[in-house]
Nanobody, 117 residues
Framework: QVQLVESGGGLVQAGGSLRLSCTAS????????MGWYRQAPTKQRELVASITNSGWTNYADSVKGRFTISRDNAQNTVYLQMNSLKPEDTAVYYCSVMDVLGFPTSWGRGTQVTVSS
């Protein structure tokens, strides 16, 4: 089972940017699909963005045009660049390994992102 460690969260003002990183305990080159989810208080965990090994990406409508997911297989790392942050982006962000159907199979512990208005 691959271990995932997220970093890069923090407190930022609305309109600001953060870059989240997710480092895996082993090579991710054979992992076809990885993603970022988030969970705000009292809300269900939702998919924010995902990326396949071929570089195909998918985004939630709420973050399209503001967030960018990328992966560096050589560094065993997946990134989430978040720009133009809004208070409603406040949540714990989790990295995940996803199966070929797009369902998450492994989670990191998460990193808190707080956007102040």
């Amino acid at each position: 089972q691959v271990q995932l460690v997220e970093s890069g969260g923090g407190l930022v003002q609305a309109g600001g940017s953060l870059r989240l990183s997710c480092t895996a305990s082993r090579s991710i080159s054979s992992i076809s699909n990885m993603g970022w989810y988030r969970q705000a208080p009292t809300k269900q965990r939702e998919l924010v963005a995902s990326i396949t090994n071929s570089g195909w990406t998918n985004y939630a409508d709420s973050v399209k045009g503001r967030f960018t997911i990328s992966r560096d297989n050589a560094q065993n790392t997946v990134y989430l660049q978040m720009n133009s942050l809004k208070p409603e982006d406040t949540a714990v962000y989790y990295c995940s390994v996803m199966d070929v159907l797009g369902f998450p199979t492994s989670w990191g512990r998460g990193t808190q992102v707080t956007v102040s208005s």
